[in-house]
T-cell receptor, first 112, second 113 residues
Framework: ETGVTQTPRHLVMGMTNKKSLKCEQH?????MYWYKQSAKKPLELMFV???????ENNSVPSRFSPECPNSSHLFLHLHTLQPEDSALYLC???????????FGPGTRLTVL | RKEVEQDPGPFNVPEGATVAFNCTYS??????FFWYRQDCRKEPKLLMS???SGNEDGRFTAQLNRASQYISLLIRDSKLSDSATYLC??????????????FGSGTQLTVLP
């Protein structure tokens, strides 16, 4: 299944590094999302991008910076992360008139 | 109080058993309800939507009780391949994104041979 792809699949970084996560959707959808999934916690919506809106979860620290150059691509830029940011970062997409979100395989991030 | 609350489990059941998961949600303005399934180290995938009248998809039956703000998922004749974490998901039209979904922490199911 290659509807939503994410790279890299695994990432280990130090607290002073800068890295970016990439998501690409091949479904023709017009909305994309970043979620964070920590162990034993529910998925937490970080950002939503669509033609009509960009929504941010106000609790997301500024060390996470999203970028959506077009409807098929979504990036999450990371800088000066903390060990507690270690988690699975999931990208999802959906189409305007449908509620169902399709998820990518995720990037498992470890911050040392 | 969590917006979407689930019993985390784990539920360990023998093959062929019937198992039920429950979920409660706190926002009475919630409009759409779903069950997603997440296999170990994989992404969540939509299992089924939940409708007010209740709905069935093969061995899976979902029920919604708006008055009690309660959602359930029943799995009959459990298979080994049903082993996964089941996520209760709610959509509420709020001041945030109209597309925003709120996820429960999930209920872990292991079906034993």
């Amino acid at each position: 299944e290659t509807g939503v792809t994410q790279t890299p699949r695994h990432l280990v970084m130090g607290m002073t590094n800068k890295k970016s996560l990439k998501c690409e959707q091949h479904l023709g959808h017009n909305a994309m999302y970043w979620y964070k999934q920590s162990a034993k916690k529910p998925l937490e919506l970080m950002f939503v991008y669509s033609l009509e809106e960009r929504v941010e979860n106000n609790s997301v620290p500024s060390r996470f910076s999203p970028e959506c150059p077009n409807s098929s691509h979504l990036f999450l830029h990371l800088h000066t992360l903390q060990p507690e940011d270690s988690a699975l970062y999931l990208c999802a997409s959906s189409q305007d008139n449908q509620i169902t979100q399709y998820f990518g395989p995720g990037t498992r991030l470890t911050v040392l | 109080r969590k917006e979407v609350e689930q019993d985390p489990g784990p539920f360990n059941v023998p093959e062929g058993a019937t198992v039920a998961f429950n979920c409660t949600y706190s926002n009475s303005a919630s409009q759409s309800f779903f069950w997603y399934r997440q296999d170990c180290r994989k992404e969540p995938k939509l299992l089924m939507s939940v409708y007010s009248s209740g709905n069935e998809d093969g061995r899976f039956t979902a029920q919604l009780n708006r008055a009690s703000q309660y959602i359930s998922l029943l799995i009959r004749d459990s298979k080994l391949s049903d082993s996964a974490t089941y996520l209760c998901v709610v959509r509420t039209l709020s001041s945030g994104s109209a597309r925003q979904l709120t996820f429960g922490s999930g209920t872990q199911l292991t079906v034993l041979p």
